[in-house]
Nanobody
């Protein structure tokens, strides 16, 4: 089974920057998109940003203009450059890979997840 391995989390002061990286341990047939989600204590996991294999990006409103996602399809890697960090960005950040597989004429969507990396932004 392919694993997603995140790196780059840590502690930073408000206004600072961090860069998260995620690499797959092997090829991912049917890969449609990779992205980042986050989960703060007592909150549900939320989408942060995604990038599809055709280059389209999507961001949650709260990070637009501050975060930039980039992906390398050939290497099955995805990065998240986080600038102007705020305390409310504090969370565990999870790498995600969305996989599409066809069985006959039926589309199956599956998600692969990393174990997460902690980002802590101090005031």
């Amino acid at each position: 089974q392919v694993r997603l391995v995140e790196s780059g989390g840590g502690l930073v002061q408000a206004g600072g920057s961090l860069r998260l990286s995620c690499a797959a341990s092997g090829s991912i047939p049917g890969l449609n998109a990779m992205g980042w989600y986050r989960q703060a204590p007592e909150n549900q996991r939320e989408l942060v940003a995604t990038v599809s294999t055709d280059g389209r990006t999507n961001y949650v409103d709260s990070v637009k203009g501050r975060f930039t996602i980039s992906g390398d399809n050939a290497k099955n890697t995805v990065h998240l450059q986080m600038n102007s960090l705020k305390p409310e960005d504090t969370a565990v950040y999870y790498c995600n890979a969305e996989v599409h597989q066809m069985t006959g004429d039926q589309l199956h969507v599956m998600d692969l997840w990393g174990k997460g990396t902690l980002v802590t932004v101090s005031p």
